[in-house]
C-alpha cells in the first residue's frame, strides 16, 4: 500500500505545471487531494482529471477551507503556488510586494494555520516549491531570488525548528521547469533555464524519491548541489561565473 493513501493532501497554485504533476502523483498513490489555484478554469480540470477537490482562491487563506474538504486532516500541505517575478533594481515596489506576498507569506500563513494540528498529532508533511534560485539566484529577475531564497529560509527554520516534534519538511529546488512560468520567463529562461529544463513529472518523481529518502533538500537537477557548494565554497569565483552569464544575456539583448 502506498505511503500516502488516504493521505488529505494539499497542493496550491496546482493548475498546471508542477503543481498539477504532484497532485497527479499523490492522487494516484491514494491520496485525498485539494487542489488550489486562482485559475478556477485550470484547477477544476485537474480537479476533475485526478478526482480531487478543487478550492478556488489566494493560496494565502485557503487551509480552513482545504482541511473541512479532507474531513478535519491536513497531512501534507505542499506550497507550490508563485509568481515569477522579473525585474531588477528599479523593479516596481508593487512587484517586490506581490513576490513576497506568494511565494513567502503564502507559506507563513499556512504553517500558522497547520501547525497547532501538526503539533498535537506529533506528525505533518510541509513541501515548499522554492527554487534553485532559493539556493543560488537567477539572471534578470530580483524579486523572485531575494523571495525564493526567503522560502528557503524559512522551510529550513521550519525544519530545524520542529523535526523532533514530527513535521517533516522539503524544499523542492529545480531549473528550469517545462511550464507556463518559464515560458513567461522569456530570455533570460531561454538562457538560462530551458537548455537544461525538465518536466513538471520529473520534479514530482524526485520529491518522492526525497520522501523516501527522508531528505530536505529536493534537487530534480543534481548538479545544482555542485553549483551550491561552489558559491558557499568561493563566493567570488561564484559571483563572476554568473555576471558572465548576466554579460552574455545583455550581448544577445535581453
Ligand atoms: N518552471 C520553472 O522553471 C520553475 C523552476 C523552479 C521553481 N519553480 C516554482 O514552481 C512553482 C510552480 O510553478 P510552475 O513552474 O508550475 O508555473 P505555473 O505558472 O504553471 O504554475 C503556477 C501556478 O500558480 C498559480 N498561482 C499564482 N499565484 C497564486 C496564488 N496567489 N494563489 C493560488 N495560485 C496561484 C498560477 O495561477 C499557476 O497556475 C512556483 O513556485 C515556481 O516559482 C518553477
Known amino acids: 500500500m502506498s505511503q500516502f493513501q488516504d493521505a488529505g493532501v ?3 497554485g496546482a493548475g498546471g505545471g508542477i503543481g498539477a504533476a504532484l497532485a497527479r502523483r499523490f492522487a494516484a498513490g491514494g491520496a485525498r487531494v485539494v487542489v488550489n489555484d486562482l485559475d478556477a478554469r485550470k484547477v477544476k480540470a485537474i480537479a476533475d482529471e485526478t478526482g ?3 478550492v478556488v482562491g489566494d493560496a494565502s487563506a485557503i487551509v480552513e477551507e482545504a482541511r473541512a474538504a479532507l474531513g478535519g486532516k491536513v497531512d501534507v500541505y505542499c506550497a507550490n503556488a508563485g509568481l515569477a517575478s522579473p525585474g531588477d533594481a528599479f523593479a516596481d515596489e508593487a512587484v517586490w510586494a506581490a513576490a513576497w506576498d506568494v511565494n513567502v507569506m503564502a507559506h507563513v500563513r499556512a504553517v500558522k494555520a497547520l501547525l497547532p494540528d501538526w503539533l498535537e498529532r506529533g506528525s505533518g508533511r510541509f513541501v515548499s516549491t522554492v527554487s534553485a534560485a532559493g539556493l543560488l539566484t537567477m539572471v534578470g529577475a530580483a524579486p523572485y531570488s531575494v523571495s525564493k531564497h526567503g522560502a528557503l529560509a524559512f522551510a529550513e527554520w521550519l525544519s ?10 522539503h524544499a523542492i529546488c529545480p531549473q528550469g521547469v517545462r511550464t507556463d512560468m518559464l515560458t513567461a520567463a522569456g530570455s533570460a529562461g531561454e538562457l538560462v533555464l530551458a537548455p537544461t529544463a525538465i518536466e513538471p ?3 514530482a518523481d524526485a520529491l518522492f524519491d526525497g520522501i523516501a529518502a527522508d531528505r530536505f533538500l529536493i534537487l530534480p537537477h543534481p548538479e545544482v548541489a555542485g553549483y551550491y557548494q561552489a558559491r558557499a565554497g568561493n563566493p567570488d569565483r561564484w559571483l563572476a561565473g554568473m555576471n558572465h552569464l548576466q554579460q552574455k544575456w545583455e550581448e544577445a539583448g535581453r
Do not use: I, W
Not at 530545524?160 to 519538511?169: A, E, I, M
Open 52 to 54: 480531487a477537490t478543487a
Open 160 to 169: 530545524l525548528t520542529y523535526r523532533h516534534r514530527g513535521v517533516k519538511v
Open 10 to 12: 494539499v497542493v496550491t
Open 201 to 203: 513529472e520529473d520534479v
